[in-house]
Protein backbone atom coordinates (compact mmCIF):
# COMPACT_ATOMS: atom_id res chain seq x y z
CA UNK A 1 0.00 0.00 0.00
CA UNK A 2 1.40 3.19 -1.26
CA UNK A 3 2.25 5.73 1.87
CA UNK A 4 -0.10 8.75 2.05
CA UNK A 5 1.92 12.12 1.16
CA UNK A 6 3.48 14.27 3.80
CA UNK A 7 1.65 17.71 4.82
CA UNK A 8 3.61 20.38 3.20
CA UNK A 9 5.01 22.75 6.73
CA UNK A 10 3.67 25.82 4.69
CA UNK A 11 0.15 24.49 5.02
CA UNK A 12 -0.21 23.47 8.61
CA UNK A 13 -2.43 26.31 10.61
CA UNK A 14 -2.04 28.03 13.74
CA UNK A 15 -3.43 29.80 15.75
CA UNK A 16 -1.64 32.56 16.42
CA UNK A 17 -2.99 35.64 14.12
CA UNK A 18 -6.24 34.61 15.00
CA UNK A 19 -5.62 34.58 18.74
CA UNK A 20 -3.61 38.23 18.29
CA UNK A 21 -6.84 39.36 16.51
CA UNK A 22 -9.16 38.88 18.80
CA UNK A 23 -6.82 39.94 21.94
CA UNK A 24 -6.47 43.39 20.25
CA UNK A 25 -10.56 42.72 19.86
CA UNK A 26 -11.22 42.62 23.31
CA UNK A 27 -9.22 45.94 23.85
CA UNK A 28 -11.88 48.01 22.02
CA UNK A 29 -14.58 48.29 24.31
CA UNK A 30 -16.22 52.63 23.50
CA UNK A 31 -17.92 50.95 21.75
CA UNK A 32 -17.26 47.01 21.92
CA UNK A 33 -16.52 45.83 18.01
CA UNK A 34 -19.79 44.27 16.96
CA UNK A 35 -18.66 40.56 15.97
CA UNK A 36 -19.67 37.36 14.90
CA UNK A 37 -17.47 34.39 14.92
CA UNK A 38 -18.87 31.10 13.01
CA UNK A 39 -17.06 27.79 12.40
CA UNK A 40 -17.61 25.49 9.22
CA UNK A 41 -15.54 23.27 6.69
CA UNK A 42 -12.12 24.26 5.56
CA UNK A 43 -12.04 26.75 2.84
CA UNK A 44 -9.76 28.04 0.33
CA UNK A 45 -11.29 30.38 -2.10
CA UNK A 46 -13.96 33.51 -2.37
CA UNK A 47 -16.61 31.58 -3.89
CA UNK A 48 -16.47 28.45 -0.94
CA UNK A 49 -16.35 30.73 1.43
CA UNK A 50 -19.50 32.62 0.38
CA UNK A 51 -21.06 29.26 0.21
CA UNK A 52 -20.20 28.57 3.69
CA UNK A 53 -21.25 31.32 5.18
CA UNK A 54 -24.44 31.96 3.11
CA UNK A 55 -24.01 35.03 2.22
CA UNK A 56 -23.56 36.86 -1.31
CA UNK A 57 -19.60 36.93 -2.71
CA UNK A 58 -19.80 40.78 -3.05
CA UNK A 59 -19.82 41.23 0.70
CA UNK A 60 -16.78 39.11 1.38
CA UNK A 61 -13.29 40.98 1.40
CA UNK A 62 -11.17 39.37 -0.67
CA UNK A 63 -7.07 39.77 1.05
CA UNK A 64 -3.94 39.26 -1.01
CA UNK A 65 -0.25 40.18 0.11
CA UNK A 66 1.55 41.48 -2.69
CA UNK A 67 5.51 42.07 -2.66
CA UNK A 68 7.39 45.37 -3.61
CA UNK A 69 10.38 44.22 -5.12
CA UNK A 70 12.00 47.80 -5.31
CA UNK A 71 11.56 48.45 -1.94
CA UNK A 72 11.45 44.99 -0.38
CA UNK A 73 8.13 45.84 1.19
CA UNK A 74 4.81 43.87 1.34
CA UNK A 75 1.23 45.30 1.37
CA UNK A 76 -2.01 44.01 1.86
CA UNK A 77 -4.44 44.26 -1.08
CA UNK A 78 -7.97 44.00 -0.01
CA UNK A 79 -11.00 43.95 -2.34
CA UNK A 80 -15.00 42.58 -2.45
CA UNK A 81 -14.93 38.92 -3.28
CA UNK A 82 -16.35 38.62 -6.85
CA UNK A 83 -13.76 41.48 -8.10
CA UNK A 84 -10.27 41.00 -9.46
CA UNK A 85 -6.94 43.19 -8.28
CA UNK A 86 -5.39 45.33 -10.75
CA UNK A 87 -1.77 45.16 -10.29
CA UNK A 88 -0.85 48.28 -12.67
CA UNK A 89 -3.57 50.43 -10.14
CA UNK A 90 -1.17 48.59 -7.37
CA UNK A 91 1.49 49.43 -8.37
CA UNK A 92 0.26 53.42 -8.97
CA UNK A 93 -0.55 53.81 -5.03
CA UNK A 94 3.02 52.34 -4.14
CA UNK A 95 4.56 54.61 -6.22
CA UNK A 96 6.62 51.48 -8.06
CA UNK A 97 6.35 50.64 -11.71
CA UNK A 98 4.31 47.56 -12.61
CA UNK A 99 7.00 45.18 -13.29
CA UNK A 100 8.48 45.87 -9.70
CA UNK A 101 5.51 44.76 -8.21
CA UNK A 102 4.44 40.74 -7.81
CA UNK A 103 1.62 38.71 -5.80
CA UNK A 104 3.64 36.90 -2.60
CA UNK A 105 4.45 33.45 -3.02
CA UNK A 106 2.41 30.78 -0.38
CA UNK A 107 5.05 30.80 1.36
CA UNK A 108 6.09 34.35 1.95
CA UNK A 109 2.15 34.61 2.65
CA UNK A 110 2.61 32.33 5.69
CA UNK A 111 5.96 34.29 7.13
CA UNK A 112 4.23 37.62 7.01
CA UNK A 113 0.43 36.84 7.36
CA UNK A 114 1.03 33.74 9.55
CA UNK A 115 -2.04 32.12 7.93
CA UNK A 116 -2.39 29.39 5.24
CA UNK A 117 -3.72 30.70 1.74
CA UNK A 118 -7.38 31.13 2.31
CA UNK A 119 -7.50 32.16 5.60
CA UNK A 120 -5.57 35.25 5.59
CA UNK A 121 -7.76 37.92 7.50
CA UNK A 122 -7.94 41.67 5.56
CA UNK A 123 -6.49 42.90 8.35
CA UNK A 124 -2.27 43.95 7.33
CA UNK A 125 -1.51 45.23 10.94
CA UNK A 126 -2.70 42.89 13.14
CA UNK A 127 -0.32 40.33 11.19
CA UNK A 128 2.65 38.84 13.46
CA UNK A 129 4.83 41.63 10.71
CA UNK A 130 2.21 44.22 9.93
CA UNK A 131 2.32 45.58 6.24
CA UNK A 132 -0.34 48.19 5.09
CA UNK A 133 -4.06 47.64 4.36
CA UNK A 134 -4.71 48.77 0.34
CA UNK A 135 -8.36 48.82 1.07
CA UNK A 136 -10.06 48.90 -2.34
CA UNK A 137 -12.38 52.03 -2.66
CA UNK A 138 -15.63 49.19 -3.54
CA UNK A 139 -15.35 47.66 -0.53
CA UNK A 140 -17.68 49.93 1.60
CA UNK A 141 -20.90 49.93 -0.47
CA UNK A 142 -20.13 45.43 -0.75
CA UNK A 143 -22.01 44.77 2.14
CA UNK A 144 -24.60 42.33 3.37
CA UNK A 145 -26.76 41.01 5.92
CA UNK A 146 -24.97 38.54 8.91
CA UNK A 147 -24.94 34.64 7.90
CA UNK A 148 -28.03 32.72 9.27
CA UNK A 149 -26.38 30.74 11.62
CA UNK A 150 -30.03 28.99 12.68
CA UNK A 151 -30.73 28.21 9.10
CA UNK A 152 -27.63 26.62 7.88
CA UNK A 153 -27.09 23.32 8.91
CA UNK A 154 -23.30 23.26 7.90
CA UNK A 155 -22.25 26.19 9.91
CA UNK A 156 -22.06 26.68 14.01
CA UNK A 157 -21.16 29.40 16.24
CA UNK A 158 -17.47 29.37 17.19
CA UNK A 159 -17.80 29.05 21.11
CA UNK A 160 -15.00 29.86 24.07
CA UNK A 161 -14.92 26.03 24.74
CA UNK A 162 -14.02 25.55 20.91
CA UNK A 163 -10.16 24.82 20.44
CA UNK A 164 -9.57 27.68 18.40
CA UNK A 165 -10.38 29.90 21.09
CA UNK A 166 -7.52 31.63 23.04
CA UNK A 167 -7.50 30.18 26.78
CA UNK A 168 -6.49 33.52 28.01
CA UNK A 169 -9.62 34.61 26.82
CA UNK A 170 -11.79 31.64 28.10
CA UNK A 171 -13.99 34.39 30.67
CA UNK A 172 -14.54 36.97 27.67
CA UNK A 173 -17.74 37.68 26.03
CA UNK A 174 -18.09 38.92 22.54
CA UNK A 175 -21.14 41.36 22.13
CA UNK A 176 -24.48 40.69 20.78
CA UNK A 177 -24.77 41.40 16.36
CA UNK A 178 -27.81 43.05 15.47
CA UNK A 179 -28.90 40.89 13.00
CA UNK A 180 -30.71 42.94 10.63
CA UNK A 181 -28.52 45.28 9.62
CA UNK A 182 -27.14 45.31 5.99
CA UNK A 183 -23.66 46.57 6.46
CA UNK A 184 -21.76 43.59 7.06
CA UNK A 185 -18.54 42.13 5.51
CA UNK A 186 -17.10 38.64 5.75
CA UNK A 187 -13.83 37.03 6.30
CA UNK A 188 -11.67 34.43 7.21
CA UNK A 189 -10.11 35.65 10.07
CA UNK A 190 -6.70 33.20 10.57
CA UNK A 191 -7.91 30.09 10.15
CA UNK A 192 -9.47 28.42 7.08
CA UNK A 193 -12.13 26.90 9.28
CA UNK A 194 -13.22 30.44 11.18
CA UNK A 195 -15.33 33.34 9.61
CA UNK A 196 -16.11 36.46 10.56
CA UNK A 197 -18.81 38.85 10.14
CA UNK A 198 -18.81 42.16 11.08
CA UNK A 199 -19.90 45.38 10.15
CA UNK A 200 -17.68 47.39 7.79
CA UNK A 201 -17.23 50.54 10.30
CA UNK A 202 -16.09 48.44 13.11
CA UNK A 203 -14.04 46.62 10.36
CA UNK A 204 -12.32 50.00 9.95
CA UNK A 205 -12.10 50.22 13.90
CA UNK A 206 -10.28 47.29 14.04
CA UNK A 207 -7.89 47.80 11.17
CA UNK A 208 -6.73 51.00 12.33
CA UNK A 209 -6.91 54.33 10.86
CA UNK A 210 -3.37 55.10 10.50
CA UNK A 211 -3.04 51.59 8.56
CA UNK A 212 -5.02 51.78 5.73
CA UNK A 213 -5.49 53.70 2.36
CA UNK A 214 -8.79 53.60 0.65
CA UNK A 215 -7.86 53.36 -3.14
CA UNK A 216 -9.02 52.06 -6.48
CA UNK A 217 -7.64 48.82 -6.94
CA UNK A 218 -9.69 46.33 -8.53
CA UNK A 219 -11.21 45.80 -11.99
Known amino acids: MASAAPVE ?3 IETC ?19 LLLIRHKPVRTSADASTQRQVPMHSGAKAMLVYQKSTDKYALVVLPAHLSCDQKKIAGVLGVSRSKLRMATESEVKQITGCVPGAVPPLGSRFPTPVETLL ?8 S ?6 TNPNVQLLSTNDPEWPTDLADSRLPEIDSERTDFIHFNIGLRTVS ?5 SDYLRLLGESNYRLCDISK
Open 136 to 143: DEKMAQST
Open 145 to 150: NPPRVV
Open 16 to 34: DTFHGIMRHVMTITDPPIS
Open 196 to 200: CSLPF
Open 9 to 11: SDD
